[in-house]
């Protein structure tokens, strides 16, 4: 079994959020992966007294204890147990009400010696390639598909001046925009306090003998298809395979610094977060 994973922070002045871990139990019967993309809160109060990284490390480390001790639990339900005990651990101390409360998108796989079972919640990517090449790209679409009148007004903020005021008038309408829609009904869902968020992933499941490879990244990292349009899903595992976790992020990095005020290839950020978990089974 080859298993490698990857992760640095877009900025090195502030820490990561994203979260990547593998779990294989000491009987050898399967494993698990677990990738998180803590979502960046904006400026202010968001009712937490807890770091984004704080969180995804809670919920990362009980997605990957439950994945492999509670066989008899499906996925979501893993997952639902997941946020609940997060956040128990502040919901005294904290509004876990407020809708920029911490959260995170999920990829959660797990594998034994009959099938590889997989949910995926918000927009990171899972990879699953069988023994005949193919490569099947798992993918929450919901982000992608918000009404219309949210892409008239993203492309009316990219037609503004960058650094003008009207530009980051029209990003702030935006950006409101999009928050109204997190979390709710019509719109997209991350993994924050609610449990039943766990029940609106994309689940699936495969036979064992179907499945050669995994792999979960997150969007940071998905840009190397979705972004930057380097190629299609199957070609970026073929990267991944040939180059390793490292090699697909530094990858990235080249393309974000070819293009660093984003004209060529309109991003929210000029880096991201990055994290890549690769397994062989």
């Known amino acids: 079994m080859r298993i490698e994973l990857a992760t640095e922070p877009g900025d090195p002045d502030r820490p990561n959020e994203d979260y990547a871990s593998v779990s294989l139990p000491a009987s050898g ?26 969180f995804t490390a809670r919920l990362g480390g009980a997605l990957g204890e439950l994945s492999v001790s509670r066989r008899d639990m499906t996925l979501p339900e893993i997952l639902a147990a997941a946020i609940s005990r997060t956040a128990d651990t502040h919901r005294d101390t904290c509004d876990l009400s407020h809708p920029r409360t911490p959260q995170a998108t999920v990829v959660l796989a797990r594998w034994d010696a009959e099938r590889v079972e997989h949910l995926v919640l918000s927009d990171s990517a899972l990879l699953v390639a069988g023994p005949g090449g193919g490569v099947e790209a798992v993918l929450d679409r919901r982000l992608d598909q918000l009404p219309p009148a949210i892409g008239e007004l993203r492309d009316a903020v990219r037609a503004l001046p960058r650094g003008s005021a009207e530009r980051q008038a029209e990003g702030r309408r935006y950006a409101a925009a999009v928050e109204a829609l997190r979390n709710a009904e019509g719109g997209f869902f991350t993994a924050a306090a609610d449990p039943a968020a766990a029940a ?14 995994l792999a979960a ?65």
């Not at 610094?257 to 089974?281: M, S």
Request: proline share 7%; net charge negative; aromatic share 6%.
């Open 29 to 54: 019967q399967g494993g698990s992966l677990v990738l998180l993309d803590g979502v960046t809160p904006p400026s202010g109060d968001v009712g937490c007294l807890h770091s984004v990284p704080w």
């Open 200 to 213: 609106l992933a994309i689940t699936g499941a495969h036979p064992r003998s179907a499945v050669t490879a």
């Open 217 to 281: 990244l997150s969007d940071g990292v998905g840009r190397w298809v979705e972004t930057f349009r380097e190629g299609v899903w199957a070609e970026c595992f073929a990267l991944l395979r040939k180059s390793g976790p490292q090699g697909l992020v530094d990858r990235v990095r080249e393309l974000e610094r070819a293009d660093p005020d984003g004209t060529a290839f309109p991003r929210g950020k000029r880096h991201d977060d990055a994290a890549v978990v690769y397994a062989e089974l």
